[in-house]
């Protein structure tokens, strides 16, 4: 069994910037329509489930710009309305308009005072303790926007290790992976821990059709001979954000771009792989299934849309300006 000090550098250092159980909080967050102390921001235990089971939320990123006197919110728009896509599909009902929960993650931005790249989470769920065993539909809820500090891996050298999982990605007859819901990372959690156990960084999942889907937290693409093969939104994938931005700057690059079923053993013949997501920003795989891949480091293409995605998020592409919402020191 692989212990965790053998996980790889890339791999922990997504876990220490999203997972860190022993972190304290930003001095405040939004909730339900103002700002609170982050220490005061409570539920009864008894709330607990419910609202882990029922929540959907959005990850979001603010970088610091490239002249270091501004952040930048990447797409804060898009994640928002993913957001109350997600909630209409889980049939919660949101009390605030966009507007509102946007001026909410500004507002969190400027009450901690950042000046370093930041990691936003807000999040929906039932408010109170519901006595039934299944939450209802419609039910109130309340939204929070918490946040905190990350480390960026964009233009630094790393890679990992990934595997097929023995785990099954969840659809849409039975949970569907569109929704950026909590309870749906259970499937992924699985999926890594499997992962870790058999001595690889982070695992791959098939869909119920045995064609790839994502990782545990990140969409996935392969480079094969030049192009760029990505599975399709209806391989039991979320909507990606950082999939979409990540096809756009690739077709920008001039490469080509396919999106379609993909099989498992397309990945042990690519040239390159990576995944992409808020959290694991443009992440290469290095091997697969115990298979190298390629020269065991991040390939020419994975390299350029790093960059690219890197020059995007803090300000360096002109042409993109519309994806970032400014907040100058």
């Not at 989470?121 to 408010?127: Q, T």
């Not at 039991?236 to 979409?244: K, N």
Request: charge should be negative.
């Amino acid at each position: 069994m692989t212990t965790e000090t053998e996980i790889s550098g890339a791999a922990m250092s997504i876990m220490d910037s999203l997972v860190r159980p022993d972190r304290g909080g930003p001095e405040w967050l939004w909730r339900s329509g103002e700002l609170v102390p982050w220490a005061e921001a409570t539920i009864h235990v008894n709330a607990v489930g419910h609202a882990s089971v029922a929540a959907v939320f959005e990850g979001i990123k603010a970088y610091l710009s490239h002249d270091g006197d501004r952040l930048l919110v990447f797409r804060l728009d898009e994640h928002l309305k993913r957001l109350y896509d997600s909630a209409r599909i889980v049939r919660l009902d949101l009390p605030y308009g966009l507007g509102e929960l946007r001026a909410a993650v500004l507002e969190v931005i400027a009450a901690n005072r950042y000046r370093e790249d930041v990691y936003l989470r807000p999040w929906a769920f039932p408010a109170g303790t519901i006595q039934e065993q299944m939450v209802p539909a419609g039910v109130r809820c309340e939204v929070v926007v918490d946040s905190w500090t990350f480390q960026s891996g964009l233009g630094t050298e790393r890679g990992c290790r990934a595997a097929v999982s023995s785990w099954t990605r969840i659809n849409e007859s039975s949970m569907p992976p569109r929704v950026k819901a909590f309870s749906n990372y259970h499937n992924g959690r699985l999926a890594m821990i499997e992962a870790r156990e058999n001595g690889h960084d982070w695992p791959i999942l098939l869909n119920e059709r045995s064609k790839v889907s994502e990782g545990p937290g990140a969409c996935i693409a392969l480079v094969r001979d030049g192009v760029v093969i990505t599975p399709s939104t209806t391989s039991g994938i979320l909507e990606s954000l950082t999939r979409e931005t990540s096809l756009t700057l690739l077709r920008e690059l001039g490469h080509e771009v396919v999106e379609r079923e993909v099989d498992r053993t397309e990945l042990y013949l690519a040239d390159e792989v990576f995944f992409m997501g808020t959290g694991w920003e443009i992440l290469p795989v290095t091997w697969v299934d115990g298979l190298q891949v390629g020269d065991g480091t991040a390939g020419g293409v994975t390299r350029a849309l790093d960059a690219a995605y890197g020059a995007a998020v803090r300000g360096q592409s002109p042409q993109h300006a519309d994806w970032l919402t400014e907040i100058p020191f």
